[in-house]
């Protein structure tokens, strides 16, 4: 009973993530010309690029291929996750950041599947020094890796001093 709460919640926070992400990227697409920069605050523009590659624009140039194996890799990695979720010893915490990742890699994966490239729009900077531009779904992605590393390092020290 407990798994199936927490799947739901992990698969809710996939879904939130998703839909969270789709709608930033169609109002973007709809509001912000192709390759513009609106400065929105002074470490923050709002920008509309494409991204063919992963993160850091890995494969960016690569010559189209990096597509599709980025497509497959999202959709093995989003069975995987599923598949995590629904597992008996999989944590809440765990399932929370599965769910993030999940919901980050489905979004990221229809664009790919949809535009043929990522739809990255979030550009911070300091000064002339940018992070390189990303989205909802790459926050999503963020979040839940650093919520299992957290986790990994400080979760099961603490469950395992509860029940020892």
Do not use: C
């Not at 809710?12 to 192709?34: F, H, N, P, Q, R």
């Amino acid at each position: 009973m407990a798994a199936d709460r927490g799947a739901r919640l992990g698969f809710g926070l996939a879904a939130s993530v998703l839909a969270a992400d789709v709608a930033t990227k169609a109002a973007i697409v709809a509001w912000v010309e192709y390759g513009a920069r609106h400065e929105w605050l002074p470490i923050l523009n709002i920008v509309h690029v494409l991204n063919r590659g992963a993160a850091f624009s890995f494969l960016h140039d690569a010559g189209g291929w990096q597509r599709f194996f980025f497509i497959a890799i999202a959709l093995a990695a989003s069975v995987f996750l599923a598949i995590l979720m629904r597992r008996p010893g999989s944590s809440q915490p765990e399932r929370m950041a599965f769910g993030l990742i999940l919901g980050g890699a489905l979004a990221n994966m229809f664009d790919r599947i949809g535009r043929g490239a990522v739809v990255d729009w979030i550009d911070f900077h300091w000064g002339a020094h940018h992070w390189p531009a990303f989205n909802v779904a790459d926050i999503g992605i963020t979040v839940g890796a650093a919520l299992i590393v957290f986790h990994e390092l400080f979760g099961r020290r603490r469950v395992s001093e509860v029940n020892g």
